[in-house]
């Protein structure tokens, strides 16, 4: 089972069926017992449970065991730290050692036992931490940290100790981080910093570095969780409780593997209530990534492709690298809501003002052109043979004086304009001193967005390190490309959050009357025929061609006159795959003698390859549309997942699909064909008329909901083709596949 150490939820997706049965005594949420509107149709949970995390990052009292002073020893260096940690944050440190009388000069406690008041955080320096775990909580702890290794990163015997140990933290009822993490938590934050703050999430704290180290350029970092293998507490807890934060303006993550799919996307969904964002680096796009990220913390990464529709579904921001992390986190903290989507480039170069803009529009981002009476106005500081349409070439010589703030302050009264970026290739001065400080004052007096690339790969110029950096409200970059990205990625978050329905608040409670019906189709452990199949469509309503099945020639010509000429004719039995390359489908029959022949040779074929059949399919031949697959798979991090694309031989050819984790809602099926290459297909294209977009956006939302109510015991579902035919005749599921688990 995928689920918490602790029981909060049950992520089983079987669950709730065995508890109808009487199996298992209902899960509890929250220290209750958990009702409908905690759990969907399928026992999963529907609420991100918060940790009370406070008294983790902020403890009046810490235990250090096996604290030490003693020179040459790695606990030594460990427990120095910790020392000056508690005295920044106000905690009284306790060290733990059973043949040292004080450490560092601070009285040591031979055990846990020993300590002289209730400790809120026990900082393990030892080997084995299991045994720690259950004296802490006799003496009721509240959280500990194992910076221990070897465990599931390590392999197979790792990952058994690693599943003991969280089996002894799920009994104690304290939290644990770790094992195999470090001492990042335990970092100087500065406190002079104002201003909304990132809040950091690392499985390698090495890889955390760069956005740690924003500090030093003036931004503002609340707390680091160096999450390790995550036995316990997991990257998902760390999302809930930051988004729950007031001085937490954005989440910065690095992700090798998750732990439980469902409880990310319960913490990701918490968060786009919140509207706080959320931007994450996930390793294991490719196989090697993968590979390595499982060496590393012992989690299994998951389909990339799933990882990636699921973040995109909650408003997660995935970039590739740490530069981005960093820049992307920085800006959505800090930066206030757009009033617009509009992004106006401003240069004192044509070329640089074009070269930007392409990269800008490429990547999606809105340039408006200009009204007239706008690059009027600008053309009053302008020569009037530069362009000002958007890109604003200004020529240079109007920001060495009292023109260039004019021209900004035009640029940002637009109203179109929500966004101004000025890309400086190299530092010009005195121009491009000028340039920047009339941008920073411009900046202090607007809601609206100012961005500036600071071109020069020296950095160590005045314009840069004091009057750009010195701002908090210039959003400073080294390159195109990530201010690019982070702007997107801005502009994209408000536009989501604007938007955001929480599917969680749509997901089905209780099974529907389709599911009964459905139930009693299912064979567990085999692969339904086609006609069984489509039984099951059509329990869930989604349309299927006419069809009977018989079992002889003289059936065959009775059903064909009922279905209606021409027909098609298929065999059909539980081991049957793919019909066709074995040419056990016959189309386009027209007469009762062509029935008969194409029964005696689907049955002879049948036959010759060995393949038991429950009979042969008479169907309706259905006008030609667009064909469509649709189908569930399931993914071991997310469990059930959807997916639709073009169907058809297309399927193999292209692999044109997108994937979605339900629950999920129309917004999120229409979003899906929207990232089909083939979307135009849909529309009409070469004279064709356009497809009913609807009755197929339907037919996703119908086994979303049959993904739901069966869970794992629909291993898959493939239809293949769906056809879609043009606007208002729906869409028919020629063939379908399904295997029972």
Known sequence: MLGSTHGTFTTDP??????????????????????????????????????????????????VIGASDAEGRPNTGITRQLIAWAERVGARLHPVHPTRQSVFGIPCFPSVADLPEQVDLAVLLVGDPGPVIEQLAEEKVRFAVAFASGFAETGEEGAAAQARLAATVGRSGLRLLGPNTNLNAFEHFRDDLEGPAIALITQSGHQGRPVFTLQELGVRLSHWAPTGNEADLETA???????????????????????????????ADRAARRGVPVVAVKVGRTETGARMAASHTGKLTGADTVVDAAMRQFGVIRVDGLDELQDTSALLARARRPSADGVVVY????????????????????LPTLSDAKQAELHQWI?????????????????GDWRG?????????????GVLICPITGPFPPM?????????????????LVCVVWGSPVGTEDAYRHTLLGSSRVATFRTF??????????????????????????????PSPSFRKAQALMRPGQQLSEHAAKQLLRAYGIRVPREQLVTSAAAAVRAAGLVGYPVVMKASGPQLAHKTELGLVKVGLTSASQIRDAYRELTDIARYEGIALDGVLVCQMVEPGVEMVVGVTHDSLFGPTVTVGLGGVLVEVLRDAAVRVPPFGEDQAKAMLSELRGRALLDGVRGAPPADVDALVEVVLRVQRMALELGDDLAELDINPLMVLPRGQGAVALDALAVCR
């Open 14 to 63: 079987r669950r709730a069926h065995v508890v109808a049965c009487g199996e298992l005594p209902p899960p509890a949420v929250h220290g209750r017992a958990a009702t409908a509107d905690d759990l969907d149709v399928s026992g999963r949970p529907l609420h991100a449970d918060v940790p009370d995390l406070d008294r983790f990052f902020r403890p009046e009292s810490v235990a």
């Open 237 to 267: 807890d760390f999302i809930s409780y930051f988004a729950e934060r007031p001085e937490v303006g954005a989440i910065a993550c690095y992700v090798e593997g998750l732990k439980d799919g469902r409880s990310f996307l319960l913490a």
């Open 347 to 366: 240069s004192i170069s044509g070329g640089t003002g074009a070269h930007f803009s392409d990269l800008a529009s490429e990547r999606g981002l809105r």
């Open 383 to 399: 020569p009037e043979y530069l362009n000002v349409a958007n890109p604003v070439d200004n020529g240079g010589h109007p920001v």
């Open 405 to 417: 703030r004019k021209i900004i302050d035009a640029l940002l009264d637009d109203p179109e304009v």
């Open 432 to 448: 491009s001193d000028k340039l920047a400080q009339d941008l920073v004052d411009a900046a202090e007096q607007t809601d609206k």
């Open 481 to 510: 490309a990530n201010c690019i990205t982070a702007v997107g990625a801005y502009l994209d978050h408000h536009r989501f959050t604007a938007a955001y329905r929480s599917p969680f608040d749509e997901a089905p409670r209780s």
